[in-house]
């Protein structure tokens, strides 16, 4: 699986983006996929998670209720909807996919085995 992240850009604070994530390979709509992002400075952090199916969201309790992670099989696409946009988002966004995360590790950068190459969001005024 090869995954390719697109949609970064400059916002202000309570603006939007839409990331989005194309992954090629037959296996797509069976993986586990995730978002993380890296500040400066700082270690990889999870941001959310969605099963093949499109059911057992995950979300990291500092975007939940702003951000909405989704999936379209068909297209082969992984996508993070942000809204109400903070500084602290600010950072590199990265998709990942593993064919199978137990629950207890969905948020566990090392539990992914692809990864995509990331998009830079900044959140400034």
């Known amino acids: 699986v090869q995954l390719q992240a697109s949609g970064g850009g400059l916002v202000q604070p309570g603006g939007s983006l839409r990331l989005s994530c194309a992954a090629s390979?037959?296996?797509?709509?069976?993986?586990?996929m995730a978002w993380f992002r890296q500040a400066p400075g700082k270690e990889r952090e999870f941001v959310a998670a969605?099963?093949?199916?499109?059911?057992?969201?995950a979300y990291a309790d500092s975007v939940k209720g702003r951000f909405t992670i989704s999936r379209d099989n068909a297209k082969n696409m992984l996508y993070l909807q942000m809204d109400s946009l903070k500084p602290e988002d600010t950072g590199v966004h990265y998709c990942?996919?593993?064919?199978?995360?137990?629950?207890?590790?969905?948020?566990?950068?090392?539990?992914?085995?692809?990864w995509g190459q990331g998009t830079q969001v900044t959140v400034s005024s």
């Open positions: 969605i099963r093949w199916s499109g059911g057992n969201l």
């Open positions: 390979g037959r296996s797509f709509s069976s993986y586990t």
């Open positions: 990942a996919a593993a064919p199978s995360v137990i629950v207890g590790q969905i948020r566990t950068p090392t539990a992914y085995y692809y």
